[in-house]
């Protein structure tokens, strides 16, 4: 075993040898009680052998419960190291359905994704971009997005593959685009021949921080 090892599992232990140096001590001082107490000749004071180790029972049931705790607390953090692997498999797995976005214009999908760019949030709705697996934008115009959506978010979405058209654009989104974005005639030009998904739903999986 070599010194970094030794080190380790040393400390691993100090917590029970500390309860354990606790509990003698405790021990050690009523004995000293019931000494004398028996010297002053007052057995009404005195500490008997039972109540020592009804004490000590005490202290093993603590003792056994801190363990439990700690035991909680590691299963908590590994539950949420498993929850956040699970999220980012499942963005990159459903990103596969945005491989090939033109031949699924006017159908209905469900994809989970990471938020790009968070292009506009107005009263109107949310405007945001994911990148698809070929590193082909794809912008996501959703009316009902949460307001706490941010950059990072990972979400899913489901709605209807549109193509984005400025002469279309309030028919296939049913919003106007002066009503959703700050600047109409930048963003067209931008997002010219792109494909965009009118969103039904928007919802948070993970947030950018790692939680739920």
Sequence with gaps: MNDATHLHRSGARRPGIRR?????????????????????????????????????????????RLGELEQDLRSAAGDAVDRAG?????AAAD???LEDVRSLLDREITFTAEVGELLQTTDAGTVFRVEGPGGEPVTVVAPD????????????????VRQI???????????????LLQ??????????????????????VQDATGGN
């Design 20 to 64: 354990a140096a606790a509990a003698a001590a405790v021990v050690v001082g009523l004995g000293g009680l019931t000494g004398c107490a028996d010297a002053a000749g007052s057995g009404a004071d005195a500490v008997s052998s039972e109540d020592v180790e009804r004490l000590e029972a005490d202290l093993g049931s603590l003792d056994d």
């Design 86 to 90: 699970a999220a980012a498999s499942s």
């Design 95 to 97: 990103l596969g359905v």
């Design 145 to 160: 997005a949460p307001a706490e959506l941010t950059a990072n978010d990972v979400v899913e979405v489901s709605g209807t």
């Design 165 to 179: 058209g400025e002469d279309t654009f309030q028919q296939d989104f049913g919003v106007t685009a002066d009503q």
């Design 183 to 204: 600047d109409p005639q930048a963003f067209f030009q931008d997002a010219r021949d792109q494909f965009a998904v009118d969103a039904d739903t928007v919802r948070v």
